[in-house]
Structure formats: structure tokens, C-alpha cells
């Protein structure tokens, strides 16, 4: 059922993406973000399209599977274009029918906004596609260190991240199995009135509380008896380790970034 | 009501990196009123392939047809509701799909989804909370605060108050002390002999398949390799560790005995008591084990 979904997941790989640090990757992905909003003009959009093509090649991993994990997202993309097209009243009229007014600004805003989506969703699924989820928590916990300073818990949340992280798996399954056991025994929640349907999520809703309950507890024993005392003087099994490849990918970011800059109308 | 699967095949997640091919070409039947045991060793498909018995998986090819339904992949979920009724599934560790605040209503729930009334489902249920032995007063308990075994019970009597044609058993006493599994187990085939219910137990334990089943079926690799009574599968028991499968401890016993007294294979003795007499009959002729 929700075996299609393809953000958050991750797929194993041996590619220059799949190489990359986590924190480089993450440092990436989050100035990229902030990157995208410089884009104003075709070409810079163009350029930013291009880039992140490039990235998804660099990363092997498959464009089909990528786009068919878009589908939940066009609906969005698709709201925010026609938002655009049907309220920018800019620009020469470009087509009329009736009440419907097309202005050529709106066509473009509406392409433009479109990208950005698109952009944003394409990179930050590819960091998640390309990134073990225990590696993204250790990247983020070292980032975050600074702010320890501060009385910030860091390692208790990035804890709490692999964790959460770790158990998403886990209670989609179980969800799948409470919800073909209540399917066997005649519950339906795919039909019905708004009420029936709302009512039939009980019985999904209860027992999954009691596993996931019953599955915490279980976790802090079993942290308990193997002596878990939090993150002080805690050391790693896994060493992140920073290379010429993260330098590199980097650069690159910096070169694009400066490109965008000069693509700007 | 028989249940037929042809070619049937199913893949997890196709289309995507994630894709698993769970079934391939199973071909299986089901007669109206057997009591089949599916065994398999794990990852043999043995759990994709119940829930194809009551359309909670649709086959991504061929079809399988339960009672007069056809369910192939084109088949609507809508559909599916009146064959859901007739076979009832009790899941591995049943007692994750208890909810309600108390043990009554949870065990009327199945009955009140497939239509009913309220008085009718009241009764079955009580009927049922009684027949699988739980304590006088247990109806009005939260199934929270049961014990596991008794937990087991409640769920179990939740599918059984549907009183569907088709009991379908995936490991039911997985988990239960040996006692609790006797008792369980005798009263499935309690109700398979009186209410001739056909009975479908997939199971891990060679033993409750040879003492309860009179068909098998043996699952290696995502498809059926093997179908028959019994008494045949049981009998070759070098074909079965080909696929990672034994023997019950009755035939692995005889089969020593066998070899040590020099004695050609015999039928094999599916349960304690075949065996014994089995076994007087050799001591009786005046023959001993050494």
C-alpha cells in the first residue's frame, strides 16, 4: 500500500552521491535550498533544472523510480501552476476563453514556481534516497554540535531522529497487519460516509498505539540493561570521514551559485 | 467451498528498486471441506499466499477463485466484502487486532461489519467467548487487561463469531504454553469435523500438520512444490530437507527404528498413537529392536 513512497526512503548504492559525507551532503542541501530562491530569470531556472539533473545522474539512481515518486507532490505543483496562471494578470493576454484570461506573466511565474518545486523535492528526496538514515542523524548531531554551548540537547534529538528514523519501517508494517486483520474481520474504510470512514480508523488507531507504546518500552529496557547513559564521552563506530569528494561537490555548489547570480534578469 | 489458485503470481512494490517477487505459477487447490496444512520453510511465501484466500492481496497474475468470485488483479475491493465473510482469517499473533473497551464488543465486531443485527451478534459472541473456554465475566473485561493466552482466545473467538465457511489458521498457537496449543488446536478440529468448516493452518510444526491435516501443501521458493496427503509427503524425508523442511518426530523415530532393526519403510505414522501401534505390531511378531 504505502510500498510506492518514495521519499524518505533509502536505497544502498555505491555512486559519488552515495560517497559523499552526510554533513557535506546535508551542508548542500541546505544552502541549495536557499540557493533555488536566487533564481529569477530562464536561464537561472534552466540552470538550476540542469543542475539537479546532473546531481540525479551523478547519484545512479533511477529517474523513472524518482518521478513516479513525485506523484503525492504534482498535485501541489499542479495547484500552485494554475494559482498562477489564472490570477497573474501581467504581460500581454495570451489566451481567452469566456471568463478564463491567460496573461504571458502568469504562464511564466507559473513554470517558474513549478521548478522551484520540482527542484526542492528532487534534491532533498535525493539526500534522503542516497543517505542512510543513521548517517543523516550522525552528520546532523556533528553540525549541530556548536550548539551544546548552549544547553542544546543535541544527542538526545539526533536519538530521537535514528530512532523515529528506525521505527518508521516498523509501524508501517504493522499497520499493514492491523489493517488486513480488521479488513478480515469486515472493517472498511475505503467506503462509506465521512462518519463510517472516520469511525473505522479506530480500530486501526487503538492497536497501533498499544504495539507502539508497548515497543518503547521495550527500547528504554533494553537501552537500560545495556547501560545507555546518553551521549557524554560517547565514542563512534563509524568515523565520518571528509574528502576531496566533499570539497569538490562543494566547489560545484559555490560555481553554481555564482552562475545563478549572473544568470539573474 | 472450494478454493482454487491458478498461475498465480505476486510482486511486492513492482516497479521499483524495492520490487520482490513474493509468488510465481502457483497452482493449488483447496477442496470444500479438507483440512490443509501449508507448510514451507520461511520466506517460502507461505503468508503471501494466504492472504490471497480472502482478497486482502490481489494476484499481480492469474487468478484464484474462492467459492464462485474470481479475484484477479482488475477485480474492485468492493467486491471483495461477501467473500471476506465466508473466510475468516485468524492472523499470527491475533491478539494486535483487539480495540474495543470490552471483550464483547471487540468479539462482535466481525459479525456487526458483515451485517449482523445486534442481538444476534451479542449471542453469537457470548456463545463463542464461552466454547473457547475464557473465565465467566470475561465479556465484560477490557481485552487489555487479560492475560496473553487469554488475549489469544478473545481475537480468536472475534474471527470464529463471523462463523465463516473458511477457517483460515496462520501459526495460531505460536507463543502459547503446550497446553493452551492442545487445547486450541483440538478445538479447531473440533469445529472442522462438526460444522465441516474447511480448514486451512499454515504451521511451522510438522506435527500439528501430519496429526490434523488429511491434505498438504508444501511451498519452496515462492511457489507449490509439492501437494498431497500426508501420509505421502511425510514419507520422503530427503525430498523434504531439499527444501529445508523435516519430518514429524514420530516419522524421524520410526524411520530409526526402521534402520536399526533392518525393517523396510513403512507407511509413516503421523501421530503418537499410529506409532505405537506401529511399533507393537513389529515387537508383537516377535522381532525387538536390536
Do not use: C
Request: hydrophobic letters at 45%.
Amino acid at each position: 500500500m504505502m510500498e510506492k513512497m518514495v521519499f524518505g526512503r533509502y536505497i544502498p548504492g555505491d555512486s559519488f552521491v552515495h560517497r559523499l559525507d552526510p554533513r557535506s551532503k546535508l551542508i548542500f542541501v541546505f544552502i541549495f535550498i536557499a540557493a533555488v530562491f536566487l533564481a529569477n530569470s530562464t536561464l537561472s531556472y534552466a540552470l538550476l533544472l540542469a543542475f539537479t539533473l546532473l546531481s540525479i545522474l551523478a547519484s545512479k539512481v533511477r529517474i523513472g523510480f524518482l518521478i513516479g515518486g513525485l506523484k503525492p507532490v504534482m498535485f501541489l505543483i499542479a495547484f500552485t501552476f494554475l494559482l498562477h496562471i489564472f490570477f497573474t494578470k501581467e504581460g500581454d493576454l495570451l489566451f481567452e476563453l469566456g471568463f478564463l484570461k491567460i496573461y504571458e506573466e502568469g504562464l511564466r511565474q507559473g513554470i517558474y514556481i513549478s521548478v522551484r518545486f520540482l527542484v526542492l523535492v528532487l534534491m532533498t528526496s535525493l539526500l534522503t534516497l542516497t543517505t542512510s538514515p543513521i548517517s543523516i542523524t550522525d552528520g546532523l548531531e556533528v553540525l549541530l554540535n556548536p550548539l551544546k554551548k548552549v544547553k542544546f540537547p543535541v544527542h538526545e534529538l539526533a536519538l530521537m531522529m535514528s530512532i523515529s528514523l528506525r521505527f518508521i519501517p516498523t509501524l508501517m508494517d504493522e499497520t499493514d497487519k492491523i489493517l488486513k486483520a480488521q479488513l478480515a474481520r469486515g472493517s472498511d474504510i475505503s467506503s462509506g460516509t465521512m462518519k463510517e470512514r472516520v469511525q473505522a480508523v479506530v480500530p486501526l488507531l487503538v492497536p497501533l498505539f498499544v504495539s507502539a507504546f508497548k515497543r518503547a518500552e521495550d527500547l528504554a529496557i533494553a537501552m537500560e540493561v545495556r547501560g545507555y547513559r546518553g551521549g557524554e564521552g560517547r565514542t563512534r563506530y563509524r568515523q565520518l570521514k571528509w574528502d576531496w569528494r566533499d570539497t569538490t561537490a562543494l566547489l560545484i555548489l559555490l560555481a553554481v551559485i555564482i552562475a545563478l547570480w549572473f544568470l539573474r534578469g | 467451498m472450494d478454493i482454487a489458485l491458478e498461475q498465480v503470481g505476486y510482486t511486492y512494490a513492482a516497479g521499483t528498486p524495492f520490487q520482490k517477487r513474493a509468488l510465481h505459477d502457483v497452482n493449488v487447490r483447496i477442496p470444500s471441506g479438507s483440512y490443509t496444512a501449508i507448510i514451507g520453510h520461511t520466506g517460502s511465501g507461505k503468508s503471501t499466499l494466504l492472504q490471497h484466500l480472502n482478497g486482502l492481496l490481489k494476484p499481480t497474475a492469474g487468478r484464484v477463485r474462492i467459492g464462485d468470485t474470481e479475484v484477479t488483479k482488475e477485480t474492485k475491493g468492493k467486491q471483495l466484502k461477501p467473500v471476506r465473510r465466508k473466510v475468516g482469517i485468524v492472523f499470527q499473533f491475533p491478539e494486535h487486532q483487539l480495540f474495543e473497551e470490552t471483550v464483547l464488543k471487540d468479539v462482535m465486531f466481525g459479525p456487526l461489519n458483515f451485517g449482523v443485527q445486534e442481538e444476534e451478534a451479542k449471542a453469537r459472541a457470548l456463545r463463542w467467548i464461552n466454547r473457547l473456554g475464557l473465565p465467566e465475566g470475561t465479556a465484560e473485561k477490557s481485552p487489555f487487561d487479560l492475560s496473553g493466552g487469554q488475549m489469544r482466545r478473545v481475537a480468536i473467538a472475534g474471527v470464529l463469531a463471523m462463523e465463516p465457511d473458511v477457517l483460515v489458521l496462520d501459526e495460531p498457537t505460536a507463543g502459547l504454553d503446550p497446553a493452551g496449543r492442545k487445547e486450541i488446536m483440538d478445538l479447531f478440529y473440533e469445529l472442522h469435523e462438526q460444522r465441516d468448516m474447511t480448514t486451512i493452518l499454515v504451521t511451522h510444526s510438522m506435527e500439528d500438520a501430519a496429526r490434523y491435516a488429511d491434505h498438504m501443501i508444501v511451498m519452496h521458493d515462492g511457489t507449490d512444490v509439492l501437494q498431497g496427503p500426508p501420509g505421502e509427503v511425510f514419507g520422503d524425508a530427503e525430498r523434504l530437507a531439499g527444501w529445508r523442511l523435516g519430518v514429524p518426530r514420530t516419522v524421524s523415530f520410526q524411520r530409526l527404528y526402521e534402520e536399526g532393526a533392518g525393517l523396510p519403510h513403512g507407511p509413516a505414522a503421523l501421530t503418537e498413537e499410529q506409532l505405537a501401534s506401529y511399533l507393537a505390531a513389529h515387537l508383537g511378531e516377535g522381532g525387538s529392536a536390536s
